[in-house]
């Protein structure tokens, strides 16, 4: 059995490919792993502040000396990276807007890396904190930027595994539907994706 944080990034709800694919992906889980708990936070639906001054000064506010604001701006952050701390496999869709990732998901990423908490400094080099966890990436894009021309402009994947990585968690696989706007490889991109899960080795 599992503890499994499902991170929803799409605004396209019910006709998301990203979260289509994090569903195919969460179904493989739960069929290897039966009994399994998902928690899905949806944040387009419940999103983290993006950070802004008081945001800043609460994290950077020793905790003896907060003020209930300073503590309800930092409970966003604390119950996120609760979240992360408690799961077992993390599965976060991506869907491609302007080459990156979505607003919504980099105040995530922004609310759980914390120095001290998520990551810390040791003889001058980062060391992450958060481990032991695996990590599935369900990209989705109207190009195709796994290879060819377009690799150079994917800056969501690069970007993700570093910062996942940066916090310690290093077992990072992706899995993409893309070529969707493509006449040609649209119909054929979801089942390719799923084809692709459904041979993966959970």
Do not use: C
């Amino acid at each position: 059995m599992k503890k499994i944080l499902n991170i929803v990034s799409s605004a396209k709800g019910n006709n998301s490919f990203s979260i289509k694919l994090s569903n195919a992906i969460i179904d493989k889980l739960l069929a290897a792993y039966p009994g399994s708990q998902v928690k899905t936070h949806d944040l387009t639906a419940n999103p983290l502040p993006h950070l802004h001054e008081n945001q800043l000064n609460a994290f950077f506010t020793p905790e003896e000396k907060r003020t209930d604001s300073h503590k309800q701006l930092v409970d966003y952050s604390d119950q996120a990276i609760q979240d992360l701390k408690d799961a077992d496999i993390v599965v976060i869709g991506v869907p491609f807007y302007n080459f990156n990732i979505p607003s919504a998901l980099k105040a995530w990423v922004d609310h759980i890396v914390r120095g001290g908490i998520t990551f810390k400094y040791e003889n001058g080099a980062p060391q992450g904190l958060v481990t032991n966890k695996k990590v599935y990436l369900a990209m989705a894009s109207g190009g195709v930027y796994s290879d060819g021309p377009m690799k150079q402009y994917d800056f969501a994947e690069p970007f993700l595994r570093f910062i996942l990585s940066f916090i310690g968690l290093n077992d990072i696989t992706t899995f993409r539907v893309e070529g969707t706007a493509y006449p040609d490889l649209a119909d054929a991109a979801f089942p390719k994706a799923v084809e692709a899960v459904n041979e993966y080795a959970f």
